[in-house]
């Protein structure tokens, strides 16, 4: 079966640096998307990674290691509306989008 | 604003009852999606349209009715539904179908989700 892992739920201070972690077991492999949730919001893109390595997007940097089936999303600077669930998503061999449950992501002042 | 609009945000329905929700995006795009989210569950895709032609179609019960009349245009017709129907459905749009993988254009963009109760 397909499968991504994202803890569910992390907390971090205000000001510091969080890893949310995603591991993935697909059939194939055709790219690895970060999402953004606000509570009662639509989720909104923040990544984009197929080729292994640093992506780096302002606070927010993305990471991926293809041999390793793992991924993280890196936030630098942490900011309160930075609290929010973060979405895994990863693009199979069919080219279908396999989801992550979501991090819900706390921020403490 | 994503660009994508979905109405009523948030709707209640008694097990009997016939509703529909809609979505409309404003991107010039090709793909449409309605997924459902439940809490703490990964999102569970439903229905994929591209070119107004039904691509996918993950196993859904047919009390969960889609219909695509144009390429910016997506209903979910709803009929004698389930309390364990209760959850945030989402539409979303994408410029290509695919999912992604080959360009950023499979980049799909989200409503703000229609938050359904049933009774």
């Known amino acids: 079966g397909q499968n991504i892992d994202q803890p569910t739920e992390m907390t971090a201070t205000e000001g510091a640096i969080v890893q949310i972690n995603c591991t993935y077991q697909t059939s194939g492999f055709n790219g690895l998307f970060w999402y953004q949730q606000h509570a009662g919001e639509a989720p909104t893109f923040l990544s984009y990674?197929?080729l292994d390595g640093l992506e780096e997007k302002g606070r927010f940097s993305s990471f991926l290691s293809r041999s390793k089936g793992y991924s993280y999303l890196l936030l630098k600077e942490l900011q309160m509306k930075d609290s929010a669930s973060y979405l895994c998503?990863?693009?199979?061999?069919?080219?279908?989008?396999?989801w992550g449950a979501g991090t819900k992501l706390i921020i403490k002042p | 604003e994503t660009g994508v609009t979905q109405t009523p945000r948030h709707l209640v329905m008694g097990m009997t009852n016939k509703k529909s929700l809609k979505c409309e995006q404003h991107l010039g795009h090709n793909a449409m999606y309605w997924y459902k989210q439940s809490a703490k569950k990964p999102l569970e895709l439903m229905f994929v349209y591209n070119f107004k032609e039904q691509t996918e179609n993950n196993s859904v019960p047919s009390r969960f009715s889609p219909e695509c009349p144009n390429s910016s245009h997506l209903f979910l017709h709803l009929h004698t539904l389930q309390p364990e129907d209760s959850a945030l459905y989402l539409c979303a749009s994408s410029q290509d179908w695919g999912g992604g993988g080959r360009d950023s254009q499979e980049t799909q963009y989200f409503g703000p989700g229609t938050r359904l109760l049933v009774l």
């Open positions: 998503a990863v693009v199979d061999s069919n080219y279908q989008l396999i």
């Open positions: 990674n197929v």
